[in-house]
């Protein structure tokens, strides 16, 4: 069995006849104050196995660890069973999973790890930012310059 998918996005499902629809994939995350919290965002892995493990249980684990592997943020659990499919070449798995309010304590690298029965078979690294300055634009910043002045006078 491999991981034959594995991204993040804004929304994701599995509709009734097992197809992925994905919205809003990204890499990269900005936050404007740290500690801070994404409120939501989707976990999308699909998996693969041939004939000759359909039947086979097995456990899948979701991991999201800082670069330093110190602090887990999810840690995610299940219990599987791939599907005996019949003239298929390849049974795929697809797991969405929805992460609510992820607490990120500063800025920098993450990784999401895939593990089967505690095995890493991918891993997709997540970048959180702290999100940019807006500079004042000139105009903006000569009528706030002008305004002070004006109170002053």
Do not use: C, W
């Not at 804004?10 to 936050?31: C, E, H």
Request: hydrophobic residues 40%.
């Amino acid at each position: 069995m491999d991981v034959s998918l594995l991204v993040s996005a804004d929304y994701a499902s599995v509709s009734k006849d097992n197809k992925l629809n994905i919205m809003g994939i990204f890499s990269r995350l900005y936050m404007s104050q740290f500690p801070g919290k994404h409120p939501q965002m989707f976990l999308v892995v699909q998996l693969r196995a041939t004939p000759a493990e359909y039947g086979r249980k097995f456990k899948l684990g979701i991991r999201l660890i800082d670069m330093d592997a110190i602090r887990h943020l999810v840690n995610v659990n299940a219990n599987l069973q791939i599907p005996t499919l019949k003239n298929v070449n390849r049974a795929e798995i697809n797991h969405v999973v929805r992460l609510n309010n992820i607490e990120f304590p500063e800025p920098g690298l993450y990784d999401f790890s895939i593990l089967i029965d505690n095995d890493v078979k991918a891993s997709l690294p997540l970048e959180v930012l702290e999100m940019p300055r807006r500079p004042v634009p000139p105009s903006q910043a000569n009528q706030d310059e002008q305004a002070d002045e004006d109170e002053n006078f």
